[in-house]
């Protein structure tokens, strides 16, 4: 399989160009499809694969803002785009990028200085809590939080008490409205607070910010499911042209590995696109929540090979991440095949 390997000049050292591809491809289908940048696949993988962490960063969103302009433009021709809120976020999403940028930076130099691998060590924790945490978080609400969903706004109509989410969609300090995502009125503070945090989370864990942002959208915000992706996306790529710009000119992108995981991920962001209208909303989170949990065990068994230096755990992570992902695309495939061919059918019959 040498041949296929090629020297990336700003990593110093030979990857091979399948393996780029393969995790666009992937990337592209699970992107298209959850409404999220992919990176955080992404960017753990190419850490696993010999990526130091800050250029496994900044490669990714040389890959996350080339990818979105795809996903973004085909949601937009299907309607799916909330362009008044994707906009509006600018105002915390860039702020947040930058700090996070700034933290990845600090934590490098004290690296360097130390002989350690701090910034790598810090990210992944950072990965493995946020993963491992949010898709806990929509398992439980996907299985237990959604079954009782009914008798809440039930006993919330008796008693006239708010969640604490109704709470924060109903503060009016400063409002805005977004008709397409059927939101009447909602604070700008939110809007910046929750985006803020959502560029943090971006440019110090490199990532577009989706599998944040995603369930922010929807849970936080309200907005409905479909919407959220491709609004979602849209965000993804004005954060990506951002930090694609920030980590170019502290010399941590590898633009030649970005280049051959966008030739996988066009192809696969059409794949993941198209499916969405095919599954439905809460479907779609399962899918999301459990490819979260497995991306998070393979940054786990990273970190584990990193404390006890044994080689095994190394290719068990490489090998775990890169399975789950084209096992979760071979899922999305078939399930937008069968469903395109009911479609067809129904179609037929009605002729």
Same mark, same amino acid.
Request: glycine share 12%; aromatic share 12%.
């Given at each position: 399989?040498?041949?296929?390997?090629?020297?990336?000049?700003?990593?110093?050292?030979?990857?091979?160009?399948?393996?780029?591809?393969?995790?666009?491809?992937?990337?592209?289908?699970?992107?298209?499809?959850?409404?999220?940048?992919?990176?955080?696949?992404?960017?753990?993988?190419?850490?696993?694969?010999?990526?130091?962490?800050? /250029? $496994? #960063?900044?490669?990714?969103?040389?890959? *996350?803002?080339?990818? &979105? %302009? @795809?996903?973004?433009?085909?949601?937009?021709?299907?309607?799916?785009?909330?362009?008044?809120?994707?906009?509006?976020?600018?105002?915390?999403?860039?702020?947040?990028?930058?700090?996070?940028?700034?933290?990845?930076?600090?934590?490098?130099?004290?690296?360097?200085?130390?002989?350690?691998?701090?910034?790598?060590?810090?990210?992944?924790?950072?990965?493995?809590?946020?993963?491992?945490?949010?898709?806990?978080?929509?398992?439980?609400?996907?299985?237990?939080?959604?079954?009782?969903?009914?008798?809440?706004?039930?006993?919330?109509?008796?008693?006239?008490?708010?969640?604490?989410?109704?709470?924060?969609?109903?503060?009016?300090? /400063? $409002? #805005?409205?977004?008709?397409?995502?059927? *939101?009447?009125?909602? &604070? %700008? @503070?939110?809007?910046?607070?929750?985006?803020?945090?959502?560029?943090?989370?971006?440019?110090?864990?490199?990532?577009?910010?989706?599998?944040?942002?995603?369930?922010?959208?929807?849970?936080?915000?309200?907005?409905?499911?479909?919407?959220?992706?491709?609004?979602?996306?849209?965000?993804?790529?004005?954060?990506?042209?951002?930090?694609?710009?920030?980590?170019?000119?502290?010399?941590?992108?590898?633009?030649?590995?970005?280049?051959?995981?966008?030739?996988?991920?066009?192809?696969?962001?059409?794949?993941?696109?198209?499916?969405?209208?095919?599954?439905?909303?809460?479907?779609?989170?399962?899918?999301?929540?459990?490819?979260?949990?497995?991306?998070?065990?393979?940054?786990?068994?990273?970190?584990?090979? &990193? %404390?006890?230096?044994?080689?095994?755990?190394?290719?068990?992570?490489?090998?775990?991440?890169?399975?789950?992902?084209?096992?979760?695309?071979?899922?999305?495939?078939?399930?937008?095949?069968?469903?395109?061919?009911?479609?067809?059918?129904?179609?037929?019959?009605?002729?």
């Amino acid at each position: 399989m040498d041949i296929f390997n090629f020297y990336l000049p700003i990593a110093q050292m030979e990857f091979n160009v399948l393996l780029l591809m393969s995790i666009g491809f992937c990337v592209g289908v699970l992107g298209g499809f959850f409404g999220v940048g992919g990176a955080w696949i992404v960017t753990p993988a190419l850490n696993i694969f010999g990526f130091p962490m800050p /250029l $496994a #960063i900044g490669t990714d969103f040389a890959h *996350i803002f080339g990818k &979105s %302009i @795809v996903a973004t433009k085909k949601h937009g021709k299907m309607g799916n785009v909330d362009w008044k809120l994707g906009l509006t976020t600018i105002i915390g999403e860039i702020p947040g990028v930058w700090v996070g940028a700034q933290l990845i930076m600090y934590l490098d130099r004290l690296g360097k200085q130390s002989g350690e691998d701090i910034v790598g060590t810090v990210v992944r924790w950072s990965y493995i809590i946020m993963l491992l945490g949010l898709g806990s978080f929509m398992l439980y609400d996907y299985f237990v939080l959604r079954k009782k969903k009914e008798a809440k706004k039930l006993q919330a109509a008796t008693i006239g008490k708010k969640s604490l989410i109704d709470k924060i969609r109903s503060w009016k300090f /400063l $409002a #805005i409205s977004y008709p397409k995502s059927n *939101i009447e009125s909602i &604070s %700008i @503070v939110v809007v910046f607070i929750v985006f803020f945090f959502c560029g943090l989370v971006s440019g110090f864990l490199g990532v577009g910010g989706g599998f944040i942002r995603m369930p922010s959208l929807v849970y936080l915000i309200g907005v409905p499911t479909a919407l959220a992706v491709g609004t979602d996306l849209f965000v993804v790529m004005i954060d990506g042209a951002y930090a694609c710009f920030l980590y170019s000119f502290y010399g941590r992108t590898e633009l030649f590995a970005a280049l051959f995981m966008l030739v996988g991920a066009a192809i696969g962001a059409q794949i993941g696109v198209t499916a969405v209208k095919f599954v439905r909303g809460y479907g779609i989170r399962l899918l999301f929540a459990i490819m979260v949990c497995l991306a998070g065990l393979s940054v786990v068994l990273k970190q584990m090979e &990193s %404390i006890l230096h044994y080689p095994a755990l190394k290719a068990a992570s490489g090998w775990f991440i890169m399975g789950s992902a084209i096992t979760m695309c071979v899922i999305i495939t078939v399930k937008l095949i069968i469903s395109a061919r009911k479609e067809i059918q129904a179609k037929k019959a009605g002729m």
